[in-house]
């Protein structure tokens, strides 16, 4: 039997279970704690939230590597500011300068994880899917300006405008950048203070409450999800296409562009990825080694042949992201290998159609805006679980929705790989998306298959942990990390790591 027929057979036999009879149901329910002669004192209750309105679009961006949080997002908040700047023509004519201030891990990492040079292109008006490593290389170069016109003036932008400020300095999220517009003495005419607030995205102080288009389907968490499943009879995906032509106001077409434009970037990353060597970019040697990895695994037989190549799928993109290529945030960059490495197993090796994988990555999509919006995707928040242990989740989701699997065997393989990367912290060394985010990538994918192959094979009605405590225990768990575990590079690997 081949791994298509396999899968096709799991399903089957998953729907069967939901069939048997078995005993005490344990489906989504959480163990009462009457069951234990010593309950820990206290227990879980859901907690209703607002409908989730980010759109898809927000989740899965196109950006250059090598982090969403340190790269991405401050070129789109260096891009903002240039757009609010243009709106303000009498103050830029009076200024000398634009100043990008970075406080917490933005500050401790920045240089990493190229965020001067993210900075630098979003003032010179570069767009973050068309940002590619080789304008970053070149941005990198310290003894060079680069002119760009804002409002009418002209302005010259290099390392000067980045201030490596404080890394401890007390705002509201861990990675603040102040953009600030000043005059000839360096006063500030003009700032904004913006929060990189994990897997891409941003906000400012202030910021006006976005008036969100009501979603067609309102959940906030997965347990609503499966209501609203359940009450409208639709599927996961179906779901997923309403509410998002809904939030962003466009039809299918728009919509599977998008999600073309996805799997296209990521397929890409595996195909570039196999077929580079060398060593990366960074203050250590760190070699490439997806290429060999994957010529390995072609030239062995059984499972050795299986996890040598999801590895090296995983261990491509995670080392063009990290060279500064192009890939998606699913759910950060630094996490940006794990999908992808399912997505080049399903369309090449399980042979799985553009229709299905589609279909597969609105499912995992629903489990990133479940764990974004009720948890965090970013490290700096909730350490490592949040961005590889959150991939794996999206992953393991996108195989059994993509295979046919029903809703809730796709949540318990989402809730298995998530629960399963619990307490992961956040330790780069030198603040790099070298060690140990690469490898991290490759196993978030092994236990995501894992997590789909032991969901979509057990009873669902038997199992326990749904996606909504876990997801609560990540959280949990993210807020008793010490802060230097959570993406400063002070701590775990981070020193550990790095000899005397
Ligand atoms: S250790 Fe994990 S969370 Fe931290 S930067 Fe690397 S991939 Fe991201």
Known sequence: ?????????????????????????????????????????????????????????????????????????????????????????????????????????????????????????????QKPETCDAALMDALGDATRVFPTTIAGRDFHIGASTIVWDKVDAGYPFADTVVMR??????????????????????QWKGQPRPISPEPVFRYSNMNEFKTVAAESGQSIDAIMLEN???????????????????????????????????????????????????????????????????????????????AGRLAVTAPTLGSAGTLPAVAYLMQYDLKVSREAMRKGLLAAGLVGLICKTNASVAGADVGCQGEIGVASAMAAAMLAHAAGQ??????????????????????????????????????????????????SNEIASQHWEDLDRVVAAMLETGRALPQPFREMGTAGLGVSMVGC
């Open 1 to 125: 039997m081949d791994r298509r027929e396999a899968m096709k057979l799991a399903g089957a036999m998953a729907v069967c279970a939901e069939f048997w009879p078995c005993g005490r149901k344990a489906e989504a329910r959480g163990i009462s704690a009457s069951a234990f002669p010593d309950p820990p004192g206290r227990c879980y209750r859901a907690v209703a939230g607002a409908p989730i309105v980010t759109p898809l679009r927000d989740l899965y961006k196109v950006g250059p590597g090598p982090s969403s949080s340190h790269t991405i997002a401050p070129l789109r908040i260096a891009g903002n500011f240039r757009i609010w700047l243009d709106g303000q023509p009498d103050l830029v004519r009076s200024s000398a300068a634009i100043e990008a201030h970075l406080f917490g891990s933005l500050s401790a990492t920045g240089r990493g994880h190229r965020t001067d040079r993210a900075i630098i292109a979003g003032l010179i008006g």
């Open 406 to 455: 029903p809703v809730e065997v796709t949540e318990i393989a989402a809730a298995m790989a998530l629960e399963h990367h619990l307490g992961m912290s956040c330790d780069p060394v030198g603040g790099f998306v070298l060690i140990p985010c690469i490898e991290r990538n490759a196993f978030g994918a092994l236990k995501a298959y894992n997590a789909y192959l032991i969901a």
């Open 181 to 202: 517009l000043v005059d000839g003495q360096g006063r500030a005419l003009a700032e904004r203070e913006y929060y990189s607030t994990g897997g891409g995205f941003f």
């Open 244 to 322: 998002e032509k809904a939030l962003l106001g466009v039809g299918d077409a728009e919509v599977t562009a998008h999600l073309d434009l996805v799997l296209d970037t990521m397929i890409r990353g595996v195909d570039l990825g196999l077929t580079e060597e060398g060593v990366l970019p960074g203050p250590f040697e760190f070699h490439r080694k997806a290429k060999r990895i994957h010529d390995r695994a072609l030239a062995a037989e059984g499972g050795d042949n299986f996890l040598g190549r999801l590895s090296s799928y995983a261990l491509a993109v995670s080392e063009g992201n990290a």
